[in-house]
């Protein structure tokens, strides 16, 4: 599955299948990014992050890529599990910034169908 | 080794009340955060603080809203003469080291949901 446009509240897929949620940025001058997992009831979790001299970035099954360009960060989760089951959230910092110049978006709710 | 401890996890004050919400933050960290969620919202900061300090507080309503971490014991952050738009989860995070640097080093208590009636 793929998310048909930015900013998209909800995003259903089968389980197996791939998912890539998409998240656009605002700061130009953002240096880092980072893409968080929560779950129903509890706090956020970090997935993945990526520098802004970076363009994509791996880890166990997900794969953060960055556009400069056109100022987009997108999470692809391969062979998505129920576990997968949340919302997630991108978030940038302003250069130089900690994490007092985080910047989160409204997310994206993950929905897996058996 | 726990995690970073929120209290209570749910709370409800009628409106003119006083909120107060508690963070330990992992052991080993001295900086702590502050933010606030709204429904289908993300996350928004509010106030930065060390031990004894507040960094940076840019993201507080100017009034009612107070917050401290003290030599000893948690951080509180303290919402006087609640009002119904101060419904929200409000989320404390924990950090080893300022600004980031390293990767992901921030770490999310689960949470201390607000209901005004």
């Known amino acids: 599955g793929e998310s048909v446009g930015l900013h998209l509240p909800t995003l259903s897929v089968q389980e197996g299948d791939n998912s890539i949620i998409n998240c656009a940025y605002s700061?130009?001058?953002?240096?880092?990014f980072i893409w968080y997992k929560q779950e129903s009831g509890k706090g956020p979790q970090f997935i993945i992050d990526?520098?802004?001299?970076?363009d994509k970035r791996q880890g166990q099954r997900v794969t953060v890529l960055l556009n400069k360009t056109v100022k987009h960060l997108s999470l692809q989760i391969a062979a998505t599990q129920p576990g997968d089951s949340a919302v997630y959230f991108c978030?940038?910092?302003?250069?130089?910034?900690?994490?007092?110049?985080?910047?989160f978006g409204k997310g994206t709710h993950l929905i897996i169908q058996p | 080794n726990a995690g970073v401890m929120q209290n209570p996890r749910h709370l409800v004050r009628r409106r003119g009340q006083e909120a107060r919400l508690r963070c330990s933050p992992m052991?080993?960290?001295?900086?702590v955060y502050w933010y606030r969620q709204l429904p289908e919202e993300g996350l928004k900061f509010m106030v930065y603080?060390?031990?004894?300090?507040?960094?940076?507080e840019s993201g507080m309503p100017k009034e009612r809203f107070s917050a401290e971490f003290p030599k000893e014991g948690p951080s509180i952050l303290r919402i006087q003469q609640v009002v119904r738009g101060d419904s929200a989860a409000y989320f404390c995070?924990?950090?080893?080291?300022?600004?980031?640097?390293?990767?992901?080093?921030?770490?999310f208590g689960e949470g201390s949901r607000l209901t005004v009636l």
């Open positions: 995070a924990s950090s080893p080291i300022p600004g980031l640097r390293n990767t992901g080093e921030l770490f």
């Open positions: 700061n130009s001058a953002s240096d880092y």
């Open positions: 990526i520098r802004s001299n970076m």
């Open positions: 978030a940038e910092r302003r250069t130089g910034g900690g994490a007092d110049g985080l910047t």
């Open positions: 052991k080993g960290h001295s900086h």
């Open positions: 603080l060390q031990k004894e300090n507040i960094i940076d």
